[in-house]
């Protein structure tokens, strides 16, 4: 494959996994793709980008079981939790032997272990890692996207003043600068990463029963949200067909537990 042909599936992969309910059209997709891949040789970084974007979809499956409560099959989601990690480091491992630099605004390898460190619950691992990825990837909006996952470890720590500080502060930067430069130039990669702030918000303040005196924001914050992932907002380059299923229902879920 060209090099155009190999980012353009990168790109379909990547809007599949965001669409509820394609989970295992994304994996075969996902599977022939890296076949291709190693076939034409294409090099380390399109593979690792795979690999990445593989754990990805390993995460919708875990995060739609999980927004189901208790109806959520258990099994499932350790398999997702488990493959998710594991995809991971093969990423990793891929970078490493193909000299493929840990600073690459695309791979951004240290938020992904950040994440599976979260998925693990080790989150001083997690904060670590997130932070790493601040420092080393020199993309200022990557750093947004970094800076919105570090909320959520700093919170489990402990630390929960703040992490909620944190948050705020990161929520304002999406509305100025490179936030809005992003807005304007992908709104749906703009609003996923906002949301996710306050959905890491909320879960992490209910999980330490700290919700308490954060309540009316992050109540307010998570129907701000809700609003604003509407379709009808996306204006241009809509890479995915629905892009908000899967964030609205973990904000639901959210908003059930905690209102």
Not at 90 to 110: F, H, K, Q, S, Y
Not at 242 to 254: A, S, W, Y
């Amino acid at each position: 494959m060209e090099k155009m042909q190999i980012e353009e599936r990168l790109k379909k992969l990547s809007g599949l996994r965001e669409e509820k309910g394609r989970d295992e059209e994304a994996l075969l997709m996902a599977d022939e793709v890296l076949k291709e891949i190693k076939e034409e040789g294409a090099g380390a970084k399109p593979e690792a980008q795979l690999w990445l974007e593989k754990s990805l979809i390993w995460q919708h499956v875990y995060m739609n079981e999980r927004n189901k409560g208790e109806g959520g099959d258990g099994g499932k989601m350790e398999e997702a939790k488990k493959e998710m990690e594991e995809s991971i480091k093969t990423a990793e491992r891929v970078m490493e032997d193909g000299g493929v630099d840990r600073g690459d605004p695309v791979l951004r390898i240290d938020m992904y272990l950040g994440q599976a460190a979260v998925e693990r619950k080790d989150y001083q691992k997690a904060k670590e890692a997130y932070e790493k990825a601040i420092e080393v990837v020199k993309s200022p909006t990557n750093r947004l996207e970094f800076k919105m996952r570090l909320c959520e470890p700093v919170i489990m720590l402990g630390e929960i003043k703040e992490g909620v500080r944190l948050a705020q502060t990161t929520d304002e930067e999406f509305d100025m600068g490179v936030g809005e430069e992003l807005k304007e130039k992908d709104y749906i990669t703009w609003v996923i990463w906002k949301s996710g702030i306050w959905i890491r918000v909320a879960r992490s303040l209910d999980k330490k029963e700290k919700v308490g005196e954060y309540k009316e924001l992050v109540m307010g914050k998570l129907s701000e949200m809700e609003e604003a992932l509407d379709e009808s907002k996306i204006l241009t380059n809509k890479w995915v067909e629905k892009p908000f299923e899967i964030r609205l229902d973990e904000i639901e879920t959210l908003k059930k537990k905690i209102g």
